[in-house]
């Protein structure tokens, strides 16, 4: 890979200034209304680290950028005028999700427009990545949320059940010994595997397999590891308040267990890709 030189990024900002311009001026509303009423709450969190991603990937593929232009014009302004329709249609009604899927999609027609399918494509993952900052309708959140939620105090029931502790289960409120522990959307949400779904995401792109199926197969087992992870930090919590009581349960434990968490999925996705390497070296040294 060849380093690019500052002159050249210099005339290349120089060169699109207007563009460029344009575009913060149409987004930086939204922006700050992302700041101001979305990224501050605990279920979307994790916008701003997904924002700060973003801008590092795309430093991190700025070479495509200095690639010689081949403009695709129809297609990038048959994506443009989509872009600007949904942008203007979720800004006036503040439907978020047009909103920020039309800022995703003006990106990928501005690139078209200027370089080219070449560079989009060399560019697919930042974009890709993006769409973790739009927030999801409510009714599909709350739709996918209550069956996950289930599921994790179902399994955290039985685990504990079958280690003899004295605890039994009304839908999403665990009780054990005299504690009663509610299992809040933050600890087994829709929200929460998408941030693990994100974090597993990033790992493949950053260790960039040249298995084609071996990326997919983790992929989906990010899935299955965020719905364990979460089991996890649900039994740890009840098992820090049965033992340590409320306060400690609910206090700087609880937001702690939030990191373990991520901690937790991303040693069992290295692990898993461990696991995948060696199955696959053995089958080779045995061919």
């Not at 979305?38 to 969190?45: C, G, K, T, Y």
């Not at 990545?129 to 927030?135: D, T």
Request: charge should be neutral; glycine fraction near 6%; proline fraction near 4%.
């Amino acid at each position: 890979m060849q380093a690019i030189v500052p002159e050249r990024v210099s005339s290349l900002l120089l060169a699109f200034w207007p563009t460029i311009l344009g575009f913060l001026v149409l987004i930086t509303p939204t922006y700050l209304y992302l700041i101001d009423a979305v990224w501050s709450s605990s279920d979307q969190a994790h916008g701003p680290l997904v924002f700060a991603v973003v801008l590092y990937l795309f430093y991190d593929k700025r070479h495509a950028f200095m690639q010689p232009n081949k403009p695709a014009l129809i297609s990038g302004w048959v994506l443009f005028v989509g872009a600007l329709l949904s942008y203007v249609i979720g800004r006036s009604q503040d439907i978020l999700i047009l909103d920020m899927g039309g800022q995703v999609m003006l990106i990928a027609a501005l690139i078209l427009l200027f370089k080219g399918w070449k560079v989009l494509l060399a560019l697919w993952f930042p974009l890709f990545f993006m769409v973790f900052m739009v927030p999801l309708p409510a009714f599909f959140v709350d739709a996918v949320t209550m069956p996950m939620k289930i599921a994790v105090s179902q399994v955290a029931e039985h685990v504990l059940y079958w280690f003899d502790y004295p605890i039994a289960r009304t839908g999403v409120i665990l009780q054990i010994g005299q504690y009663q522990l509610l299992v809040a959307d933050a600890c087994a949400g829709m929200h929460t595997l998408i941030s693990l779904e994100a974090l597993g995401l990033l790992y493949l792109n950053l260790v960039k397999h040249d298995s084609f199926a071996r990326n997919c197969l983790l992929a989906l087992f990010i899935v299955p590891i965020s719905f364990t992870a979460n089991t996890i930090r649900v039994i740890a919590i009840t098992l820090i308040t049965y033992y340590f009581g409320d306060e400690v349960g609910q206090g700087f434990v609880h937001g702690f267990a939030g990191i373990v968490l991520f901690i937790v999925a991303l040693i069992l996705i290295i692990t898993l890709d461990s696991l995948i390497q060696k199955i696959v070296v053995s089958r080779l040294s045995k061919e």
